[in-house]
């Protein structure tokens, strides 16, 4: 959710805004594969529902990767005292 990135930004600039916060491509639904357990990545917003649904389903330990915008903030990162 960018909150690290958006403090760092705050107080350093966006030249340093990315600095030991960005994490790259990890498929963290394969590690649950691996273990045993149901996981999917979900890259559109519609599919959310439907996978977790699917996990339900699967009746095992799950773990839905759901990739969200890079560059955007929660409104509850932005809103925080400590960043004005």
């Known amino acids: 959710m960018n909150q690290i990135r958006y403090g ?3 107080k350093y600039g966006k030249e340093r805004e990315r600095v030991g916060n960005t994490l790259g491509d990890v498929q963290y639904d394969r590690f649950a594969q691996m273990l045993g357990g ?3 990545e979900v890259r559109d917003p519609a ?3 439907p996978a ?3 996990a ?3 009746g095992k330990p799950s773990l839905i990767n759901v990739w969200v915008d890079p560059d955007a903030y929660a409104p509850g990162t932005m809103n925080q005292t400590m960043y004005k």
Request: hydrophobic content about 25%; cysteine-free; glycine content about 14%.
């Open 38 to 40: 149901h996981g999917e």
């Open 47 to 49: 599919d959310i529902g």
């Open 56 to 58: 339900r389903e699967s």
């Open 52 to 54: 977790l649904r699917r």
């Open 8 to 10: 760092q930004a705050a």
